[in-house]
């Protein structure tokens, strides 16, 4: 597999692997599994959501309270 990215891009790539102390192929395999988790989340919230109706803001601040998250986290979705 080979990856290509705009120069600004794969310069700021390299310069988080490097930070993190991984390999840059170590890095873009964390960052690839994160952004695979966070869009099923996201498809599974649709599905329950059309299914039960929008969740609450009082469900929103419960489960970002729950998940130790900054209340704006969670509120992006309701908006």
Known sequence: MSVSFEPGLGDAVRAAAKRSGRGLSGWLADAAAARLRAEAL???LDEWEATHGPLTPDELATASGELGLPRS????RSA
């Open 42 to 44: 996201a498809d599974f």
């Open 73 to 76: 986290a969670t509120s992006e």
